[in-house]
């Protein structure tokens, strides 16, 4: 079990920008922890920490519909803030705005912050939905670098000292998106959770993303499912065929309350639930 | 440290810890309509509104609110029922009253960005304030009062 304390906190550091925040932080020290929202860090706090940097007045939170389409979305801003905007709330038929309802309560949504988020970056509901999305993520470590959000689980990123300062959502057109998720009570992590994506052209498929999340590993792409629903569009046969697929290609385990079997079994059921979705807002338009 | 923030529209400079959280540090300053429910944000009982949203007050430090406008039930005036206790006093809403000061804040959080919610939004809003008493449906109902009244639910 996790050790947690507040009690030897001694320092607490406001920084100005993401240069002075990532000077307090490269270092690595254990005894420094960045603060975000803090709905994490207030009861998970490791008993090591002795100095919280807090990142309200360093990082933007700012949300910003580009002319292309595109949407930024600081690091400090709040899911409610993130769920509640106009631009985000039509994006993919408003699945981050579907989603983000089902992230704790409001109580915890008018305080977590993206950027926290994605930093923590385990038992997620947002990660698997952002990646369908085709997001990515910028972080500083003296200077700003800006990677795939499915890449920056994968690489050395996430697990060295660094700044997520916002994430950058590329325009999309004629994109249907669904979002499903399997847990104990309304408000705990996901047990496993799933994000299908179709986009359409002259009702052709033209692009597919269908994500994992909680597996418990790192959100996975089910990627030869999503070629199968490329090839052969969304009738109810390749649904059927995408079910099958996606269990046996997505990597289950057992851990947080559910075996790999129990998951395996899941992922079937989060992926027709998506995809029958998609198809139901089809015949919605 | 010293944080600077306003309290119920007064404005405050005081010292808090590094480690102390928002809700510890309101109770050690008398502010104990803010409950120390279950403080890991999962019963409500610690709601304030902080800039207007309501917000579990046990997942924040109290270094976070620092320029913060911070409003707890004791803000409310203090001559006049606000709508919202009197709507839960007509229904039968309060019980034990435990919960009632951070539920009647964040249901003013709701009126206020959306004078006209559905019952279901209602409900939605509130799942993160717990009761062990009620039910529920006297709160909702209460909440509903409000809308429907004359002034609809400008009370936020």
């Known amino acids: 079990m996790t050790r947690t304390s507040r009690a030897q906190i001694s320092e607490y550091l406001r920084p100005q920008s993401p240069d002075e925040a990532w000077r307090l932080i490269e270092s690595g020290a254990p005894t420094r922890r960045l603060l975000a929202g803090g709905t994490d860090l207030t009861i998970t706090c490791p008993p090591e920490v002795t100095t919280l940097i807090d990142l309200a007045a360093a990082l933007p939170e700012d949300i910003a519909l580009a002319a292309d389409g595109s949407i930024d979305i600081g690091a400090m801003a709040t899911f409610a803030e993130i769920a509640e905007h106009p631009a985000v709330r039509k994006r993919a038929s408003g699945v981050v705005t579907d989603m983000l309802g089902h992230v704790g309560s409001p109580l915890l949504r008018n305080v977590c912050t993206l950027g926290g988020h994605l930093a923590r970056g385990r038992l997620s509901d947002v990660i698997p939905v952002m990646i369908a999305l085709d997001a990515t993520v910028t972080i500083y470590t003296g200077s700003s670098v800006t990677i795939p959000l499915a890449e920056y689980y994968d690489g050395a990123h996430h697990k060295a000292p660094h700044l997520v300062t916002g994430i950058h959502l590329p325009p999309l057109t004629s994109a249907t998106a669904a979002y499903s998720r399997f847990a104990r009570t309304a408000f705990d992590f996901p047990i496993i959770n799933a994000c299908c994506r179709v986009d359409h052209e002259a009702n052709r498929v033209t692009e597919v993303r269908i994500v994992l999340g909680a597996t418990p590993h790192r959100a996975q792409r089910a990627r030869q499912t999503e070629q199968l629903i490329r090839d052969h569009g969304l009738s109810p046969t390749a649904i059927n065929d995408a079910v099958g697929l996606a269990r046996t290609e997505i990597v289950t385990g057992s851990a947080w309350v559910a075996s790999a079997e129990y998951r395996t079994h899941l992922v079937g059921v989060l992926v027709a639930r998506c995809l029958q979705h998609i198809v139901d807002r089809a015949v919605d338009r | ?156």
């Not at chain 2, 997942?59 to 709508?83: D, S």
């Open chain 2, 1 to 156: 440290m010293r944080i600077a923030a306003e309290i119920n529209g007064r404005r405050i400079e005081e010292t808090v810890g590094p480690g102390e959280t928002l809700l510890e540090a309101l109770r050690r300053l008398g502010y104990t309509s803010v409950k120390d429910g279950c403080a890991h944000g999962d019963c409500g009982t610690c709601a304030v509104l902080l800039n207007g949203r309501a917000v579990a007050s046990c997942l924040m430090f109290a270094g976070q609110a620092h320029g913060a406008r911070i409003t707890t039930i004791e803000g409310l005036p203090a001559e006049k029922a606000h709508p919202l206790q009197q709507a839960m006093l007509e229904t039968g809403g309060v019980q034990c009253g435990y919960c009632i000061p951070a539920m009647i804040l964040t249901a003013a959080d709701l009126l206020r960005r959306n004078a006209t919610p559905t019952r279901a939004e209602i409900a939605a809003y509130l799942a993160g304030n717990l009761c062990r008493c009620t039910g529920y449906v006297k709160q909702l109902d209460a909440v509903e009062l409000v809308v429907e009244s004359p002034e609809g639910g400008a009370h936020g």
